[in-house]
């Protein structure tokens, strides 16, 4: 079997220069993670968490960012550059500051006169090209240039002090150390200090002063310290894993050359990106041992065996996964991929049309059920679903042609036949108002 790399690239139409460097990485365990994170401090902001999106994007600088109001974007970089899972969670009790304070941030000349949801749309493009399928859980979502780091955008000063304000109460409300965001201060100061070319994307949209450090040491001087065991490991297995798959394999090999999780999590990477399927399975089988039913164990010994051709058994380990992580649609995607290419063609349709209901802004999931509703003749949901595909991808005249021969093809009132005449009214309604 062709071997199908874990990142994938998507190409993006984006229309907005300031930002068109936008990479978004997706992976159900990192996913999982930061959502483990922030959870207790969006409901410490009285937000309700699943109106929250949280975005992986893949820059290795240091930065976070909220955008579109509901949007919060964490880079790579910050995950792999945090030194303990508290430092990353003060972070997003900041941003969670300025998401519930609803800031604004400041555009420069290249996004004047657009809305912030215009900006949103633009850092999520349109895929147009599809280079590869989401494996092992990760997949990445790019584009062209960086946009922060130019100084895009921008909090105000007063903004700042505001969501270190709301940041610290947050913190204090969930029993968690705002030492972590002094340390990130403190770092970006130093950064600063020392090399005046060369600042941390942070630090350009999130104003720092001296004013606003000294407030957070003088809050934490009497905090006790506070350690999550749960969270530590899962922030050193998130940053093992970006680590894996980011880094060559010869540096990963390196760093993480101990027998701990992390390491063994790390090295099982570095052996796969290499197509070293017997050393990657050897490693995987290490943490089996210690963690049997660790859903995203599986899950990468799944991946590795479907793509050395062992599908049927690879199944299996995919359902100990979902099985761990139910809600998970990425793993649910994974299952119905890997159905479909057994042609087990029930089983494909009914895990994509989950994975659909739970990720409807996946436009690769109704490619494939595409596919799979091709493959049973059926005429009617072949055109719904890639209807849906191409609506997602803004081909609004394509996804009205699609949408009608689908209300033609389908049984009046069923529930197919509803949604294509749903999707029809919404496309017209969505030209009406251009």
């Known amino acids: 079997m062709k071997k199908i790399f874990a990142l994938f690239l998507v190409a993006f139409l984006l229309s907005t220069p300031a930002y068109a460097g936008i990479a978004l990485i997706r992976d159900a365990e990192i996913e999982k993670t930061l959502r483990d994170y922030s959870t207790p401090i969006f409901e410490a902001a009285g937000l309700n968490p699943d109106s929250i999106k949280i975005y992986l994007v893949n820059d290795k600088s240091l930065n976070a960012f909220v955008a579109g109001g509901m949007n919060l974007f964490i880079n790579t970089g910050l995950i792999t550059q945090s030194d303990d899972a508290n430092m990353l969670i003060g972070v997003i009790a900041h941003e969670t500051g300025h998401i519930s304070g609803g800031h604004i941030i400041k555009r420069g000349n290249e996004l004047e006169g657009l809305s912030m949801q215009t900006a949103l749309s633009a850092i999520l493009g349109a895929a147009v090209t599809v280079a590869g399928l989401p494996d092992a859980g990760m997949a990445i979502i790019t584009g062209g240039q960086h946009v922060a780091e130019r100084g895009f955008l921008q909090y105000s000063r007063s903004q700042e002090v505001a969501a270190d304000q709301s ?107 290499q197509s070293d399927a017997d050393n990657a399975l050897a490693e995987v089988d290490k943490l089996l041992a210690q963690e049997p039913d660790d859903p995203f164990f599986n899950e ?135």
């Open 167 to 273: 940041g610290l109460k947050y913190l204090k409300q969930t029993r968690q150390s705002a030492k972590g965001l002094l340390k990130l201060m403190q770092i970006l100061r130093r950064d600063h200090t020392l090399n005046y070319d060369v600042v941390d994307p942070y630090a350009i949209s999130h104003p720092l002063t001296q004013e606003r450090v000294a407030h957070i040491r003088s809050y934490v001087e009497d905090e006790k310290d506070v350690v999550n065991d749960k969270f530590e490991m899962a922030h050193k297995r998130m940053v093992a894993k970006l680590d894996g798959f980011m880094d060559k394999p010869q540096l990963t090999m390196q760093k993480y050359s101990d027998e701990s999780i992390p390491s063994i999590y790390a090295r099982s990477i570095a052996y796969y990106l």
């Open 300 to 434: 990468f010994k799944g991946q590795i065996l479907f793509e050395n051709g062992h599908i049927d058994e690879s199944i299996g380990y995919y359902n100990k996964a979902l099985a761990g992580y139910p809600d998970s649609a990425i793993f649910q995607f994974e299952l119905g991929k890997i159905h479909l290419a057994a042609n087990n063609l029930d089983e494909a349709i009914d895990y994509l049309n989950k994975a659909a209901a739970s990720d409807t802004k996946n436009d690769q999931t109704w490619r494939l059920l595409a596919t799979a509703y091709g493959k049973k003749n059926n005429t009617g949901m072949l055109n719904l679903t890639l209807a849906e595909e191409a609506n997602i991808l803004g081909k609004k005249d394509e996804a009205l042609n699609y949408a009608k021969i689908a209300k033609q093809a389908l049984e009046d009132n069923s529930a197919g036949w509803v949604r294509a005449n749903d999707l029809i009214s919404e496309i017209k309604y969505g030209k009406a108002k251009e």
